[in-house]
């Protein structure tokens, strides 16, 4: 079963897919669905002997291509409709082990290009509004399957956080005419304390309002909205960047240190949203080394993270982190 | 790049991406059906 419910007091879509209390929950490394076809082995996600990446429809998918009828009738309060979209996952190859971090910028350019094709492949089907690029890395933050991949989800609706983005962004806009995000690069490079990594392209930060201790933020210098607006050059500098953040993440504390990364870029559904600007954001789950931060009663239940640590002090710290910046 | 799509049996899409002038992606499907050709 898998619809779209609304909720009118948050004023949001929630997914239900119980079809995916079935999915692979980490399956030995010899039987990996996501590795290669081996000559008389079994059949895996990918028929093939060897692949770069490969992208593909999720076989437990929130949203589908074709999906079927809701299993309820919607009322006058309670809106409910098809959930329609692709949930996408991508294997950044076909190596079984290790992250994104053991791959090579030229690897990881090659990784930019490919989400850029999914944005505008996906994007131009004309039940999708917004596509939306993330990784979940380690099983603290719940993913079933050790292979190195990433994950699509392509919505039939601009989700809440991009929505609300979209919004302080167009209320700065018409308030100075000025993009918001351009405006906050301006403020993190002329206060410094909080930048993590720069190169000729991109800026990466803890952001002032940091709501995970370790979160960072990539973002280009010049206003884009989304993969499309970079040049070759601006994508290569964006996997240079990701590599740097990523290997500091993995140095701060010798071990590989889980994430959800997530690309935030205009919607593909027709409208105004050139004031927007594309970004990535992580949230490492860690608050220390030994410990985990949890989202509690006021992160889940009133929307207002609290962050026990000073965002200064967690730039500083991965700034020292190897490769040093 | 490059890129070839193929539907797999059950319907789902799946999209190989190329980089390398020599790639070593074969399809596991199309092989066998080489083979069947042969037969």
Redesign the interface.
Known sequence: MSELRWNPLLQQWVITATHRQERTFFPPDDYCPLCP?Q?GGF?T?????????????N?FPSLRRKAPRPAVKQTGLYEVRRAEGVCEVILYSSKHSGTLTDHTVEDIN?LV??WT?RYTELGALDFVDYVFIFENKGKEIGVTLNHPHGQIYAYPFIPPVVRQEIAASADHMAKTGRCLVCDILAEEKSDGRRIVAQNDDFLAFVPFYARYPYEVHIAPREHRCSLPDFSDGEKMDLARMLKTVLLKYDNLWGFSLPYMMVLHQKPTTPGDFDHYHFHIEFYPPYRTKEKLKFLAGSEAGAGVFINDTLAEEKAAELRAATPET | ?T?QT?T?KDG?????????KE???????S?VESRKSKV
Request: glycine content about 0%.
């Open positions: 076809t000559e059949p996600e990918v028929p093939a002997e060897d692949y770069e990446i490969v992208a593909f429809d076989k090659n290009h490919v094709d | 790049m890129k193929i797999k789902r899409l799946l999209t190989y991406y190329r980089f390398t790639s070593k992606v074969e399809s596991r499907e092989k």
